[in-house]
């Protein structure tokens, strides 16, 4: 067999190690012959589940998809999973709805304009919900005066022509040039973050944009004057580096946090996660098998909330996407 490369590595730390990589392949025992971007038969002939997964997208997804896919992988040695993270749009568009994945992972809902690209190439597919996320707006941890903010302060600064130092946001703090760092506009968290903090006005050009969240993690751990946003998780595998800050969206500054994020106080930054897998693909059995894996292991508090830091599922949204994918599978294959 193989070495996989989360050998010698917690799962925490396998988490976090992939973050900055982008994309990664879980390999089993053997190689499947025959197969293609959407895997072969799923079983090989002999009832072992056996093919190939291909999933993009969200890069606020890719953790939380990562740690399922290991554990799928050390039960399903020939099963192999190749999982990006190309941002929610990126994966849509140049992947999933050219029929080129089995799975998009999506930190925001599919667009009309991604509807319509799936339908022009006969992709159908599902929606599922994986978890629920917190997205956390972060500064330096030497910054002591921006550790709470509204919403309208925090659309100042991401704004087209919008603040362009910390003074100008708020009487008192620092005369010093802003730095952001924030999600590439291929990003379903460019997207949530644009049209719930900013609303009409457009998203500033001045800035670095990634879709590798982790670089927004240390651009700002960098930077005393430098701000950016992500997904919770990132937050949560990288607590000693940057600091949350706390959003106040009309009732007062709530910081973001799993039990913040669960109960709704933390507004207008608490987002279900999506993963969307293609109905041609739950035809074969192992990418039918793993999508109950995932569905199984969203209210897994261990793996969801302890291992990768988002808000789990409920017993009951979770036995809904359940009879959902199971409808879905007894359509495609039957």
Request: with cysteine.
């Amino acid at each position: 067999m193989a070495p996989s490369q989360f050998d010698g590595l917690t799962r925490r730390n396998a988490i976090k190690a992939l973050g900055g990589a982008g994309a990664f392949a879980v390999a089993g025992c053997t190689e499947t012959e025959g197969g293609n971007g959407n895997g072969d038969n799923g079983n090989g002939g002999s009832g072992q589940l056996s093919g190939e997964i291909n999933i993009a997208g969200s890069s606020t997804v890719f953790p939380l998809m990562s740690a399922i896919a290991e554990e799928f992988s050390s039960n399903h040695a020939d099963v192999t999973i190749d999982l990006s993270s190309t941002g929610s749009g990126g994966g849509f568009s140049n992947f999933f709805c050219v029929g080129e994945t089995d799975f998009n992972n999506a930190s925001r809902p599919i667009q009309p304009e991604e509807r319509d690209l799936c339908s022009e190439n006969d992709v159908d597919f599902i929606e599922l919900v994986v978890a629920t996320d917190a997205l956390t707006v972060v500064v330096h941890n030497d910054n002591d005066f921006a550790t709470e903010m509204t919403v309208e302060e925090l659309a100042h600064i991401w704004e087209e022509d919008g603040a362009e130092t910390w003074n100008e946001v708020r009487d008192g703090w620092p005369n010093e040039e802003i730095e952001r760092y924030g999600a590439a506009d291929t990003s379903g968290t460019f997207d949530y973050f644009a049209e719930n903090v900013l609303g009409e006005r457009g998203h500033t050009d001045e800035y670095q944009a990634t879709e590798q969240d982790n670089q927004i993690a240390q651009g700002v751990s960098g930077n005393e004057y430098a701000i950016g946003y992500f997904g919770f998780a990132y937050w949560y595998q990288n607590q000693d580096q940057i600091t949350p800050v706390a959003i106040d969206g009309g009732d007062g500054p709530v910081k973001p946090s799993l039990d913040t994020a669960s109960s709704g106080e933390y507004q207008p930054l608490s987002r279900p996660l999506f993963t969307y897998p293609s109905m041609s693909s739950l035809s074969k059995d192992h990418v039918a098998e793993f999508a109950r894996y995932v569905v199984d292991q969203t209210d897994n508090e261990e793996l969801v909330a302890e291992d990768v830091g988002y808000v789990p599922a409920t017993q009951e949204v979770k036995e809904e996407q359940m009879q959902k994918l199971e409808d879905a599978i007894e359509e495609a294959q039957g």
